[in-house]
């Protein structure tokens, strides 16, 4: 069964701290996604990445940083967390073509206190 | 902007048929997608529309006029279990893959 896996369901970290939140896939995908997801928000874009080493700005990218070093995984990076990150991230992952939908992880719910 | 337009709640009675509407910007449309996303879960695909037209798959189908910007997500049969959340999102030319979605109907079936 093909996977998007998410290193961390429930995370609590404190203010300030640099937060790693990690996603891999085991689909061979060459793009790669990290959304965050609120309330009353829906899904918001933060980075994407169509290759190795290569990152995209989404929507909402002040305050993260994001790494792809291998095909199959994509970190994203909270530099100095804020009470405001505080969300459910989501990794997701698709092949090249506009017609191919997503594979989502089962997201990271974040709290930063 | 690129703003996609779903309503925020839907109520269904089981054994009903519910339509779940979508509005997007239609410049630069690439193509329609559904999600749905049970409470605590990832999102799973449920359909791709990218030429107008109703695509059926058993007890859900999905709607796309390009002209009009507007989509529809039909849903038959309703099961208790069909309480989720259902998301639209568009992907615009430009942008590759890159998904914009909407901020999800929260459907609830009830007895």
């Known amino acids: 069964d093909v996977k998007v896996t998410q290193s961390s369901r429930y995370l609590v970290k404190r203010t300030g701290e640099k937060v790693f939140l990690e996603c891999v896939q085991d689909?061979?995908?060459?793009?790669m996604f990290w959304y965050r997801q609120d309330p009353g928000l829906g899904l918001r874009l933060i980075y994407f990445?169509?290759?190795?080493?290569?990152?995209e700005k989404g929507d909402i990218p002040e305050g993260y940083s994001v790494s792809r070093e291998k095909k199959e995984r994509f970190s994203l990076i909270l530099e100095s967390a804020s009470t405001n990150q505080t969300s459910m991230y989501l990794c997701?992952?698709?092949?090249?073509?506009?017609?191919?939908?997503?594979?989502f992880g089962s997201g990271t719910r974040l709290t930063v206190v | 902007g690129q703003n996609i337009d779903q309503p925020t709640e839907m109520t269904a009675t089981e054994g009903a048929i519910v339509q779940i509407n979508c509005t997007y910007q239609?410049?630069?449309?690439?193509?329609l997608f559904w999600y749905q996303q049970h409470a605590g879960e990832a999102p799973t695909f449920l359909s791709y529309?990218?030429?107008?037209g109703l695509e059926e798959k058993g007890r859900f189908s999905s709607f796309l006029s390009r002209s009009k910007g507007y989509s529809y997500l039909l849903l038959k049969e309703l099961q208790m279990k069909d309480s989720a959340s259902y998301l639209c999102?568009?992907?615009?030319?430009?942008?590759?893959?890159?998904?914009?979605f909407g901020t999800g109907t929260q459907l609830k079936v009830e007895l």
């Open positions: 689909m061979d995908h060459e793009n």
């Open positions: 529309n990218v030429l107008d």
């Open positions: 997701a992952s698709s092949l090249e073509g506009v017609n191919y939908g997503y594979t």
């Open positions: 999102a568009v992907s615009f030319t430009g942008g590759g893959n890159k998904l914009t």
């Open positions: 990445s169509y290759d190795v080493k290569m990152k």
């Open positions: 239609t410049s630069g449309f690439n193509g």
